[in-house]
């Protein structure tokens, strides 16, 4: 079983980039379907990336389509979420997830279907 640490978040400009991180020890990383869910302040946390073991299918909330782009380096046991053009409510805490299920891709879009879970990153955008 892996284990997930995020890394990358911080304080920001609306308009500007930043580059999450989600290193995973352990074995067996590339069984594994990854997403990156996000929760602001007050409110229930929401999918935001997913893309399964092969690295073949990617999802993406509408809210991010077009400024993010998940990614998984598996030689390096790490997923990465690229976050452009950033608003200000794209403020929350990140975290990573893994999933070592062949439900279809759709299930991605769930936070119930991962198992296995970081402990987060903060993102700040300043408007």
């Known amino acids: 079983q892996v284990q997930l640490v995020e890394s990358g978040g911080g304080l920001v400009q609306a308009g500007d980039s930043l580059r999450l991180s989600c290193a995973a020890s352990?074995?067996?990383?590339?069984?594994?379907?990854l997403g990156w869910f996000r929760q602001a302040p007050g409110k229930d946390r929401e999918f935001v990336a997913a893309?399964?073991?092969?690295?073949?299918?990617?999802h993406y909330a509408d809210s991010v389509k077009g400024r993010f782009t998940i990614s998984r380096g598996d030689a390096e046991n790490t997923v990465y979420l690229q976050m452009n053009s950033l608003k200000h409510e794209d403020t929350a805490v990140y975290y990573c997830a893994a999933d070592s299920s062949r439900l279809p891709t759709s299930f991605l879009r769930r936070s119930e279907t991962y198992e296995i879970w970081g402990q987060g990153t903060q993102v700040t955008v300043s408007s």
């Open positions: 352990g074995q067996n990383f590339n069984d594994y379907n």
């Open positions: 893309i399964n073991w092969s690295g073949k299918i990617t």
